[in-house]
């Protein structure tokens, strides 16, 4: 009967680590499912059928699987999937998740492409291109906050994503031609850098101005010139560093 009690009370034991290993998992790998029904309301109320209508389903995918509230300041999570920017430090913002996902679309991303996006910010859109895209290179600015997005990136499992730090002005001209580039700072003018970095067929998505402000998309051609489009108007953070050089227009920015 004793040996039959201590049987009994191994498997008891072996079935309760059982269970806490289980746990451990289960929590360990919830990250990015935790919050996920805020994340379906935030696509559906925010994002669907909102302004300019945002359909890519590659695009709606993205912003349903990353975990927005991982990417901002502790104190700013409950406010994560709130329908507008949030402080991030350093004078910084991440865009309200509608401008994250119009600019995402805009650049029309395949499986197979390369990105650059300037101004990494919390890393969050970083995040976004890179479950749509190959391979994302991202560079910030203000050392803090791009080490602090490398790690964070690193911690969630975005492989796929390199950030550097620096000024995003030249771009990243040893990894171009890129397929499409996205700037999440304004610059009062285009960055010619960043045109020539394109590949034929490629898309510059940014906002330009100091004090307006308008999105464009700028499509590079076969013939090595540039169609484009301005998309809306909008307030972004300016782009520092060599930009800040650069004279402020009020008028569209011209092509090169």
Same mark, same amino acid.
């Given at each position: 009967?004793?040996?039959?009690?201590?049987?009994?009370?191994?498997?008891?034991?072996?079935?309760?680590?059982?269970?806490?290993?289980?746990?451990?998992?289960?929590?360990?790998?919830?990250?990015?499912?935790?919050?996920?029904?805020?994340?379906?309301?935030?696509?559906?109320?925010?994002?669907?059928?909102?302004?300019?209508?945002?359909?890519?389903?590659?695009?709606?995918?993205?912003?349903?699987?990353?975990?927005?509230?991982?990417? @901002? %300041? &502790?104190?700013?999570? /409950?406010?994560?999937?709130?329908?507008?920017? $949030?402080?991030?430090?350093? #004078?910084?913002? !991440?865009?309200?998740?509608?401008?994250?996902?119009?600019?995402?679309?805009?650049?029309?991303?395949?499986?197979?492409?390369?990105?650059?996006?300037?101004?990494?910010?919390?890393?969050?859109?970083?995040?976004?291109?890179?479950?749509?895209?190959?391979?994302?290179?991202?560079?910030?600015?203000?050392?803090?906050?791009?080490?602090?997005?490398?790690?964070?990136?690193?911690?969630?499992?975005?492989?796929?994503?390199?950030?550097?730090?620096?000024?995003?002005?030249?771009?990243?001209?040893?990894?171009?031609?890129?397929?499409?580039?996205?700037?999440?700072?304004?610059?009062?003018? @285009? %960055? &010619?850098?960043?045109? /020539?970095?394109?590949?034929?067929?490629?898309? $510059?998505?940014?906002?330009? #101005?100091?004090? !307006?402000?308008?999105?464009?998309?700028?499509?590079?051609?076969?013939?090595?010139?540039?169609?484009?489009?301005?998309?809306?108007?909008?307030?972004?953070?300016?782009?520092?560093?060599?930009?800040?050089?650069?004279?402020?227009?009020?008028?569209?920015?011209?092509?090169?």
């Amino acid at each position: 009967m004793g040996k039959r009690r201590d049987s009994l009370r191994v498997v008891t034991i072996l079935l309760t680590l059982a269970v806490i290993a289980c746990s451990e998992a289960t929590l360990l790998h919830s990250g990015p499912q935790d919050r996920a029904v805020e994340r379906r309301r935030m696509v559906e109320e925010q994002i669907r059928g909102r302004g300019r209508d945002i359909s890519d389903p590659a695009v709606l995918a993205a912003m349903e699987q990353v975990p927005r509230h991982l990417f @901002v %300041p &502790e104190g700013e999570r /409950k406010n994560a999937y709130a329908d507008r920017p $949030l402080p991030i430090g350093f #004078g910084q913002t !991440i865009s309200q998740p509608y401008i994250v996902a119009l600019m995402t679309e805009l650049l029309d991303l395949g499986p197979g492409d390369r990105v650059l996006e300037i101004g990494t910010g919390s890393g969050y859109q970083a995040a976004v291109l890179s479950r749509i895209a190959r391979e994302v290179y991202t560079i910030e600015i203000v050392k803090p906050l791009g080490e602090r997005a490398r790690r964070t990136l690193g911690r969630l499992g975005y492989d796929n994503v390199r950030v550097r730090i620096g000024d995003g002005y030249k771009g990243w001209p040893e990894k171009a031609p890129f397929d499409a580039i996205l700037v999440t700072a304004a610059p009062p003018t @285009v %960055p &010619e850098p960043l045109l /020539k970095q394109l590949k034929v067929g490629g898309k $510059l998505v940014l906002p330009v #101005g100091r004090v !307006i402000q308008n999105l464009y998309v700028f499509t590079k051609r076969a013939d090595g010139g540039f169609d484009k489009k301005e998309v809306l108007p909008v307030l972004f953070v300016p782009m520092t560093g060599e930009a800040q050089k650069r004279r402020s227009s009020s008028d569209p920015p011209s092509l090169p």
